[in-house]
């Protein structure tokens, strides 16, 4: 591993947080309309909006599993790439 592939692999993990963030910033706001609709009752939106957030839910999740995974991977890059500083003292 070099490092112009650590970089892509952190650039990777930037968006995939970015877009997490995305994900649950989602699900905040379809749950501040449900609450906004307490005051305005609207059967149609309310059952649309149900089903918006429980998809926004379950991809919240599913991102936030694969930025788990990718980020152990992105870890174990980064301390093969860089070694600790006892290596480095062996080495030397």
Do not use: C, G, W
């Not at 149900?50 to 174990?76: C, G, H, P, Q």
């Amino acid at each position: 591993m070099d490092a112009a592939q650590l970089d892509k692999l952190n650039t990777i993990k930037s968006s995939l947080e970015d877009l997490h963030n995305s994900q649950v910033a989602l699900v905040q706001k379809v749950a501040q309309l449900e609450v906004n609709l307490m005051n305005a009752p609207d059967k149609e939106v309310e059952d649309a909006l149900t089903e918006v957030y429980s998809n926004a839910s379950d991809n919240e999740d599913l991102i936030k599993n694969m930025l788990d995974k990718f980020n152990t991977r992105v870890d174990k890059a980064n301390k093969e790439f860089t070694p600790s500083p006892e290596e480095d003292e062996v080495s030397e």
